[in-house]
């Protein structure tokens, strides 16, 4: 039962462009909404994360967007680089410390 | 990796025999969990441990057991191996409950044939 959507499965967007991945979400009571990057044979890593209470949260060229009315949240990627070529999943969290993790969107970074 | 070593990193085996998956942590976290991931369905959870020999099921609990006798040791058992359980598997652990960050370790790909 999937409880948080992600799109787009995958991406390619040209070096400096910007990168967009879409997640929703089902559950009222998620309040935790971190995104994990995940290279080939790695295990994933936290990127970057935001609560309910904010709107928007930067760190570098990182940008989590969340709409609580909506029940949707976002990952913008600016100056999008090939470092960045990687797997990306969002993911929920309420109570008890349990994620679930969206399906996951592989985007690529051409030069 | 945080501190977390998963063994073995690769296994093959064949239907039907028992195979065990072991995490390892040196960070004293609290937390600790079993993922398995598939393509189309991201990280799904199978079992977490919230302390020594406190364990919960999760998502895809069934055909799968842990134990958690020590905190720096999570096993992962495959009771009876099936081909669907070919996956790749992920230890996470954590430090408190909550919202808070889960530190995965690098993988065991297991192939059940």
């Known amino acids: 039962q999937q409880q948080v959507k992600q799109s787009p499965q995958s991406l390619i967007v040209q070096k400096g462009g910007i990168s967009i991945i879409n997640c929703a979400y089902e559950n009222t009571a998620f309040d935790y909404f971190p995104w994990y990057q995940q290279f080939p044979g790695k295990g994933p890593a936290l990127l970057i994360a935001?609560?309910?209470?904010?709107s928007e949260k930067k760190e570098g060229r990182f940008t989590i967007s969340f709409n609580k009315s909506a029940k949707q949240f976002s990952l913008h990627i600016m100056d999008s680089q090939p470092g960045d070529s990687a797997t990306y999943f969002c993911?929920?969290?309420?109570?008890?410390?349990?994620?679930?993790f969206g399906t996951g969107t592989r985007l690529q970074v051409t030069l | 990796d945080a501190g977390i070593t998963q063994s073995p990193r690769h296994k093959v085996t064949e239907t039907g025999t028992p195979v065990t998956l072991r995490c390892h942590q040196t960070?004293?976290?609290?937390?600790m969990y079993w993922y398995r991931q598939d393509p189309g369905h991201g990280l799904r959870l199978i079992h977490y441990s919230y302390g020594v020999k406190d364990t919960d099921k999760g998502e895809v609990s069934d055909g799968y057991s842990v134990s958690r006798s020590k905190t720096e040791d999570f096993l992962l058992t495959l009771e009876s191996a099936t081909s669907s359980q070919t996956s790749v598997y992920f230890c996470a652990i954590s430090l408190t409950s909550g919202n808070n960050e889960q530190f995965f370790g690098p993988g065991t790909r297991l192939t059940v044939l």
């Open positions: 935001i609560r309910p209470d904010v």
């Open positions: 960070e004293n976290h609290r937390y």
């Open positions: 993911a929920s969290t309420g109570t008890a410390s349990k994620l679930t």
